[in-house]
């Protein structure tokens, strides 16, 4: 498996007024990898993707991709004086690309609250992620002039929609579907847009133990028939357990442990983090 970092977080520090979210994150992801971040709830997993996908801009820090600088940025302004976090002044620049800017470059998510286009046909919700990489543009549209590529990207759609065993479902209403394979639909819509790293934020959620299963089944699949990366946020131990290179793990915003499956599962501070440790009975 090669090394080459797909992505690397330096020192990622989110802060929202007084509260630090994330708290000087530093990790890696390398190519082909399946890396999970876990930590309890609050533990800052899902502001960190927002992060990375520009949803947020991190107070402080650096993230690359393909080991490029992507996002950058310092405390600025007011949050000169309420900065809490570590690493102040190590960075200088700014770069905060826009959430569809890094889709471009190759970086796909799905959410914890899954968010389809409810309404939507399931082919229509892979056919717009499919236009995000449409060669077209405001003069072919307006006089129509664009067929051929609006036929190659619906051929796409119903090929990507077969390969992941919903071609049957291609008329169905998104929202109409069973919990399970609006996942898969989510999947689906993201790997539409060509991604080179994928993020899922808590894929199994309301599943049952079969469908997680069966869903581990399906990460792997798609990693190795897609060439992907995948850094996933997960709370089912089993699904991270089974399908995880490594692990980073969170506690109040903070990088506790890092290590392979069997390092994490033994590690102290991981397991007083999840169970907490008990005051010592007093007689």
């Known amino acids: 498996m090669s090394q080459a970092h797909v992505l690397q977080l330096e020192n990622v520090t ?33 502001t960190a993707f927002n992060c990375i996908t520009g949803v947020y801009e991190p107070t402080n820090g650096r993230i690359s991709f393909c080991e490029q600088p992507m996002v950058e940025n310092f405390p600025k302004g007011k949050m000169q004086k309420l900065y809490a976090g570590e ?12 959430p569809d800017k890094i889709t471009q470059l190759g970086i796909a998510r799905t959410f914890q609250n899954i968010r389809l286009f409810s ?70 819509r993201a790997l539409a847009t060509q991604p080179k790293l994928l993020l899922l934020d808590e894929p199994a959620a309301g599943m049952n133990p079969q469908e ?13 028939e897609y060439n992907l990366t995948i850094l996933i946020i997960e709370h089912h131990m089993d699904l ?15 990088l506790i442990a890092q290590g392979t499956p069997a390092e994490i599962q033994n590690n102290p501070r991981v397991i007083e983090a999840y169970l907490g440790v008990a005051d010592d009975a007093e007689d």
Do not use: W
């Open 240 to 254: 991270v357990m089974q399908i995880s290179d490594r692990i980073y793990v969170l506690d109040f915003g903070k």
């Open 87 to 98: 690493n102040k002044g190590k960075f200088t620049h700014t770069l905060n690309p826009t």
């Open 14 to 46: 989110m802060q929202f007024g007084g509260v630090v979210a994330v708290n000087d994150l530093s990790l890696e992801v390398n190519q082909g990898e399946i890396v999970a971040l876990i930590g309890p709830n609050g533990a800052g997993k899902t």
């Open 212 to 224: 997680t299963q069966e869903l581990a089944q399906f990460i792997h699949r798609i990693r190795d």
């Open 119 to 188: 309404k939507l046909s399931v082919l229509d919700n892979v056919l717009i992620a499919k236009h995000m990489r449409a060669k077209q543009n405001v003069f072919s549209a307006t006089f129509r002039l664009n067929a051929a590529e609006e036929k190659r990207m619906r051929e796409e759609s119903l090929a990507l929609l077969e390969e992941q065993n919903l071609l049957h479902l291609k008329d169905e209403v998104a929202g109409s579907l069973p919990y399970g394979l609006q996942r898969h639909l989510e999947i689906a």
